[in-house]
């Protein structure tokens, strides 16, 4: 098993360009969530999914959107960049709702300027 | 979800065990005591959790006090590698109400190991 895996590692964009983080895990599991971890700070969450066709807001939605057409993929979209979105982008998928054991990708790491 | 305090910051030598406090005072019944670990550069891995009885697994220990306000992560034999930040997190159970819509991350507790 690959496990999570995201793509790009690294990604610089222009203020007001749009992109999309891909997110992709093969465990078969239901739950997944889209973190930002911005220098010093714990995680927060952006974007959640509970089973494919199904999203919900976390704490820092704004300027970000995400579908799941699939079990496997999350992609999350930044519409507009703006340079206080600069930060490290985590995917996480969760084992099960029971003992909600996470499994995080490597992170995105992106600069807007 | 009911919070959790940790120190920021911890100091152990290399080969000897690292006891890591976490307090929560205010866990509800149903909230599971989990811990993650972020080594430099990489995504939170998950360590260990549990809900009233103490736990292993190759990873680590997790004890857990009787009245379940507090709790402790053990490392048996740190290495250079366990230096990392590690969080304490609360959650219940999505079957018990908790929803599907994360962990709240703290600052958590950076562990340096020396050699």
């Known amino acids: 098993n690959a496990g999570v895996t995201q793509t790009p590692k690294f990604q610089v964009l222009k203020t007001g360009q749009s992109m999309t983080l891909q997110c992709a895990q093969d465990m078969n599991h239901e739950y997944m969530s889209w973190y930002r971890q911005d220098p010093g700070m714990g995680l927060r969450l952006i974007h959640y999914s509970v089973g494919a066709g199904i999203t919900d807001q976390g704490e820092v939605p704004n300027g970000y959107n995400v579908s799941r057409s699939t079990t496997e993929d999350f992609p999350l979209r930044l519409l507009s960049a703006a340079p206080s979105q600069t930060s490290v982008y985590f995917c996480?998928?969760?084992?099960?709702?029971?003992?909600?054991?996470?499994?995080f990708g490597p992170g995105t790491r992106l600069t807007v300027t | 979800d009911a919070k959790t305090t940790q120190p920021n910051s911890m100091e152990s030598n290399e080969e000897e065990p690292v006891h890591l406090p976490c307090n929560h005072s205010t866990i509800s019944g149903t909230d599971y005591i989990h811990w993650y670990r972020q080594l430099p550069s990489q995504g939170p891995e998950y360590v260990i959790h549990g809900l009233t009885s103490n736990v292993n697994n190759r990873m680590a220990s997790l004890a857990i006090a009787e009245d379940r306000k507090s709790s402790t992560l053990i490392l048996h034999r740190a290495t250079l590698r366990d230096a990392a930040v590690y969080y304490c997190i609360l959650r219940r159970s999505v079957y018990s109400g908790g929803g599907a819509d994360g962990l709240t991350f703290g600052k958590g507790t950076h562990l340096i190991i020396q050699p």
């Open positions: 996480a998928s969760i084992r099960d709702g029971s003992s909600y054991e996470q499994y």
